[in-house]
């Protein structure tokens, strides 16, 4: 076994004294991880004392010009003409910049009314939302540990949480009789479960659905967390949000889960995993959050965990993407553009569910419920949707996802509201021809 490094043994001491749920839940990795006092630390100081020269930062200086200016090409440079050097060339921090972070929370505060008067944590910037999940799943997860999550999931999960990290997956019903979130399916899980340690995972507005729940399906989630915690179990419950923001129908609940589980249970362990990708329309910035519901006391050693793991593969989000993503959440026009988004998804949606749910394709399949998000996903009576994929693929041009042996998805965020008609006609007689 490897000899736990000093400054890990300590980080694991004040976790174990200060958040003893956070500290039972860590991986072997995560009990071995720890951000070393070496070139950070130094280069920190001397940002601050080396007031002649500082020769610590792995950059290149221009000094032919304006003394000190970062060294760069001036084709990328006349791409962003407004930003300065170093909110483009510059490294950001490890855990993301304190501006961009600090507004972020701003952000959760103004759009989950249940965070108010709750202690939760700054959020801390990922290069994309798959990598917050990916240190989620080296900071927590080891081989043969649960982790439940419904049957209808995005497919990365699996590849993150159970290929690379060896989680055991248990998964749910993701719908009830009624066609609403299969709540009773999910306590059940938890409650036949006699595992010390726990890890659940959920999603909405839902990937592939589009699903939303409704305040009472988010109590009785919360509900059965609690009971199953009330056990003894220690358990991360992981919140993706990654279409937090996109809700097309009043009857949901327009904010996250999060908000519910902070502070619900000693035992409890929230994060919420949401971005810029889709909230901001910013998809390649590969700009993301990873947010705990925990204080200040117990994030101190906790992030020192994840800048370690953060320094070992990224080192960290890139500087460019934090600043666009910054500035644009400060110019005046922001809500406006954002909103005007908005409509436009919204309206395309709500097209899909007339359209898709036209009586005259009843026989052929059943429209999964979608509120919210990107998606509406068909699952086919009778036909295979690979099969159905490949030929409107092949003889109509048009592109969906294959989803197991009946489930087709349409991203309606990529069509025109005029076309959504013609798209599932096209499908219809595809399906039919079958």
């Not at 080296?138 to 590849?159: A, C, H, M, Q, S």
């Not at 092949?394 to 509201?417: F, K, M, N, P, Q």
Request: proline content about 4%; some cysteine.
């Amino acid at each position: 076994m490897q000899v736990l490094n000093p400054l890990a043994i300590q980080l694991n001491q004040q976790l174990h004294d200060v958040a003893p749920a956070v500290s039972a839940l860590l991986s072997e990795l995560g009990k071995r991880i720890y951000l070393p006092k070496g070139i950070l630390s130094q280069t920190a100081e001397a940002n601050t004392e080396a007031h002649r020269f500082n020769a610590t930062r792995a950059i290149a200086l221009d000094f032919s010009q304006d003394a000190g200016d970062m060294m760069h090409l001036p084709v990328s440079r006349e791409l962003v003409p407004e930003l300065s050097l170093e909110n483009i060339y510059g490294y950001a921090p490890v855990l993301g910049q304190q501006a961009l972070r600090e507004t972020w929370k701003t952000h959760l505060l103004k759009e989950n009314p249940s965070l108010a008067g709750k202690t939760f944590s700054l959020p801390i910037v990922t290069s994309g939302m798959t990598h917050g999940f990916s240190l989620l799943a080296e900071l927590f997860v080891d081989n043969g540990d649960t982790l439940i999550l419904p049957d209808k999931i995005w497919g990365n999960y699996r590849l993150i949480f159970q290929t690379k990290a060896g989680a055991t997956l248990q998964t749910y019903p993701f719908f009830n009789d009624a066609s609403g979130f299969n709540t009773h399916g999910f306590r059940e899980t938890l409650a036949n479960t006699t595992d010390e340690k726990l890890l659940v995972l959920l999603n909405f507005p839902h990937n592939p659905t589009g699903y939303a729940i409704t305040q009472a399906e988010a109590t009785q989630i919360v509900d059965a967390i609690v009971a199953c915690a009330d056990t003894g179990c220690r358990i991360l419950v992981m919140v993706d949000d990654a279409y937090a923001g996109l809700w097309f129908d009043a009857a949901v609940m327009h904010e996250s889960l999060f908000g519910l589980l902070v502070g619900c249970h000693p035992n409890v362990v929230p994060v919420k995993i949401d971005g810029a990708t889709k909230e901001e329309y910013a998809w390649g910035l590969r700009v993301a959050f990873m947010t705990f519901g925990l204080g200040e006391t117990p994030m101190q050693p906790l992030e020192q965990k994840l800048s370690g793991l953060i320094r070992a593969n990224t080192s960290g989000a890139a500087q460019v993407s934090q600043t666009l993503i910054l500035e644009a959440m400060k110019t005046p026009s922001y809500a406006e553009q954002k909103q005007r988004n908005y409509e436009t998804l919204k309206a395309r949606a709500l097209k899909v569910k007339t359209v898709a749910s036209d009586a005259k394709y009843a026989k052929l399949w059943e429209v999964y419920p979608s509120h919210a998000g990107y998606f509406a996903c068909l699952n086919l009576r009778s036909a295979n949707a690979e099969t159905v994929r490949q030929r409107l693929l092949t003889e109509h041009g048009i592109g969906t996802i294959a989803l197991g042996e009946t489930e087709l998805r349409i991203a309606y965020s990529c069509l025109d509201v005029s076309d959504i008609e013609t798209v599932f006609a096209i499908i219809a007689k595809v399906v039919e021809a079958l």
